[in-house]
């Protein structure tokens, strides 16, 4: 496996777009839907190395409050 300095969004957790219902729907009886892309890695899911690695202490897992 190579590693090509990316990782999974930390934001998004590799679901980068999603789709949100407006409420209304269309003729046909569907609703209507908007893509709604994540604003962190911009709908790609990976983010860069140093995004995932460089986050403060106070939110990496083990770290007192």
Do not use: E, Y
Not at 1 to 20: E, K, L, S, Y
Not at 22 to 27: E, F, K, L, S
């Amino acid at each position: 496996m190579h590693d090509h300095g990316f990782r999974i969004c930390p934001d998004c957790d590799g679901f980068p777009i999603v789709a949100i219902t407006t409420g209304t729907r269309h003729a046909d009886g569907t609703r209507h839907v908007i893509p709604v892309l994540c604003p962190a890695c911009h709908g790609t899911g990976h983010a860069p190395r140093w995004l995932v690695t460089t986050r403060p202490a106070s939110v990496k897992a083990g770290a007192s409050c």
